[in-house]
């Protein structure tokens, strides 16, 4: 149900989006508007854009709250996916050594070993 009600609220979303792009701004539109011998007027189809604009925000709106409430319903346990938890990386046998401040007043020692840890680059 509830991925029925999202897929309708994304068609609604789109058709949303396209009603708002068409409507006449100060700047033209998207060519919508007609002469007065057309199927419908510039009043006629801004009036109907203007329609159509505010039933499918009241939609989207509802459809929002409606799939709100049915998630917060929902008692779903959560779905953990464990086939990578055996997969590990194998670890060094020995643990890691962090380096001990040295006391005050030592001399540093000098350590010839190359580093466990290649450096990047």
Avoid at 50 to 73: D, E, K, P, Q, Y
């Amino acid at each position: 149900m509830f991925a029925f009600l999202l897929i309708v609220q994304s068609v609604i979303a789109i058709a949303l989006i396209g009603v708002i792009l068409m409507q006449r701004s100060e700047g033209g539109g998207l060519g919508v508007g007609g002469s007065s011998s057309g199927f419908m007027t510039a009043r006629g189809a801004a009036d109907f854009l203007t329609r159509s604009t505010s039933i499918l925000g009241g939609i989207f709106i509802v459809l929002s709250i409606l799939m709100a409430a049915i998630a917060g319903v929902t008692h779903e346990t959560p779905k953990i996916d464990t086939s990578l938890a055996s997969k590990r990386p194998a670890q060094n046998s020995q643990p890691a050594q962090t380096p001990a401040a040295p006391l005050p007043g030592a001399q540093p020692q000098q350590n010839d070993a190359a580093p466990a840890v290649p450096l990047a680059q």
